[in-house]
């Protein structure tokens, strides 16, 4: 289990830009086009949703339960609405979903209840907030769309893979980065 207090920024109850961002920024910059309409879930400080509509011209809208993130994202120019997940967005309506979760593994004992605390808990098993994203996050997709994950293998990636083929998405990992306590890797889901 990660204890969180160590990665706490005391100042910002925003999440900032780290490995896991930038990796996903740079593998979603590389696989979406243009014309494609994008939505980042958990935006955070907008940093992967205003890298990906610099450098693709796509429309990228952000989202996230946070309104520190959401006043961030938007100072950093991204079109940002308060969020839970998915909720509020229309069907079918996205050729493009990323998200990097929470996903460090925690104790809920240890556990406080804060905004910094949301975005970096994955619950015990990583996977807390990851399971209804999965679940939910087809309802919003165009028919041709894909959604880019970005996980850990402190969360078990297999078990990640198994809750997507559970509600119709195959995946494929884009990219693998390694790092002394973890891997994190970017699955494409496709249906």
Not at 85 to 110: C, G, I, K, Q
Not at 129 to 148: C, K, N, Q, S, T
Not at 174 to 188: A, G, Y
Request: glycine content about 8%.
């Amino acid at each position: 289990m990660t204890d969180l207090a160590e990665l706490r920024d005391a100042e910002t109850p925003v999440y900032q830009p780290a490995e896991d961002s930038r990796l996903l920024a740079t593998v979603a910059v590389d696989h979406v086009d243009a014309d494609e309409r994008v939505l980042e879930v958990g935006t955070g400080s907008g940093y992967v949703a205003g890298t990906v509509a610099a450098e693709t011209g796509a429309r990228v809208v952000g989202s996230d339960v946070n309104p520190h993130a959401c006043e961030q994202a938007r100072e950093r120019g991204v079109e940002t609405v308060r969020a839970d997940l998915v909720t509020p967005f229309r069907d079918a309506v996205f050729d493009a979903v990323l998200f990097n979760p929470p996903y460090l593994p925690t104790d809920p004992e240890t556990e406080r209840d804060d905004w910094m605390e949301r975005a970096l808990s994955g619950g015990e098993s990583g996977r807390a907030v990851i399971e209804p994203f999965l679940d939910a996050v087809g309802r919003v997709l165009a028919p041709d769309g894909h959604v880019f994950l970005l996980v850990s293998s402190l969360t078990g990636v297999d078990a990640v893979v198994e809750r997507a083929a559970a509600n119709g998405f195959s995946a494929v990992a884009l990219r693998d980065e390694s790092f002394p306590f973890e891997t994190l890797t970017v699955l494409k889901l496709l249906r």
